[in-house]
Antibody
Framework: QVQLVESGGGMVQPGGSLRLSCAASGVTFSAHAMHWVRQDPGKGLEWVAFISSDGNNKKYADSVRGRITVSRDNSKNTLYLQMNSLRPEDTSVYYC????????????????WGQGALVTVSS | QSVLTQPPSVSGAPGQRVAISCTGSSSNIGADYGVHWYQQLPGTAPKLLIFDNTNRPSGVPDRFSGSKSDTSASLAITGLQPEDEADYYCQSFDSSLSGAVFGAGTKVTVL
């Protein structure tokens, strides 16, 4: 049974930093590309970041590039999202999502999602 | 403004057929990147519903089906059930943005 569990969410002041973690179990974590997707309360989904299975290739949405860094530790089966210079508009539920091994193209589809971690940026 | 355009809402009575459109452009759906659909029930994480335009993961009822043509895709639900009331999102890859893109989502209401 694949399980993705996010942690590290909370409230932070504008300009502050936060690091989210996503612990994977029941899955060959190191074989899969991983993503972060966020969802503003009551709004739609927004893709945030991608990291390849070996961690050597990363992509970011324009809205977060330069402020957010995705990384992974395959020895710990854990994905990370380091968020700096946070803004009120970064307030969102952040999901980690696993990309299917059978995807084609530069970015395919997400076959498993975590339950989400709420990040609130407010003074 | 989302790169992929979906109607905000669709509705239908139990047993009816509803369809949700997802319109893109030559840099995403029209570039032959796969279109994928997710269902999000209230208060839960998204769940993969359709992948690579037309394929259903195991466990997804066959009343859900997907199609794609040129720069658009569509999700159809035939024999609408009360438990289908949820938000539905399409997703693809966009070569201009070099990233994944989602539609804004469509709320399906079962009357």
């Amino acid at each position: 049974q694949v399980q993705l569990v996010e942690s590290g969410g909370g409230m932070v002041q504008p300009g502050g930093s936060l690091r989210l973690s996503c612990a994977a179990s029941g899955v060959t974590f190191s074989a899969h590309a991983m993503h972060w997707v966020r969802q503003d309360p009551g709004k739609g989904l927004e893709w945030v970041a991608f990291i390849s299975s070996d961690g050597n290739n990363k992509k970011y949405a324009d809205s977060v590039r330069g402020r957010i860094t995705v990384s992974r530790d395959n020895s710990k089966n854990t994905l990370y999202l380091q968020m700096n210079s946070l803004r009120p508009e970064d307030t969102s539920v952040y999901y980690c999502a696993r990309e299917s091994l059978y995807s084609y193209g530069p970015i395919g589809y997400f076959d498993h999602w975590g339950q989400g971690a709420l990040v609130t940026v407010s003074s | 403004q989302s790169v992929l355009t979906q109607p905000p809402s669709v509705s239908g009575a139990p047993g009816q057929r509803v369809a949700i459109s997802c319109t893109g452009s030559s840099s995403n759906i029209g570039a032959d990147y796969g279109v994928h659909w997710y269902q999000q029930l209230p208060g839960t994480a998204p769940k993969l519903l359709i992948f690579d335009n037309t394929n259903r993961p195991s466990g997804v009822p066959d009343r859900f089906s997907g199609s794609k043509s040129d720069t658009s895709a569509s999700l159809a639900i035939t024999g609408l059930q009360p438990e289908d009331e949820a938000d539905y999102y399409c997703q693809s890859f966009d070569s201009s943005l070099s990233g994944a893109v989602f539609g804004a989502g469509t709320k399906v209401t079962v009357l």
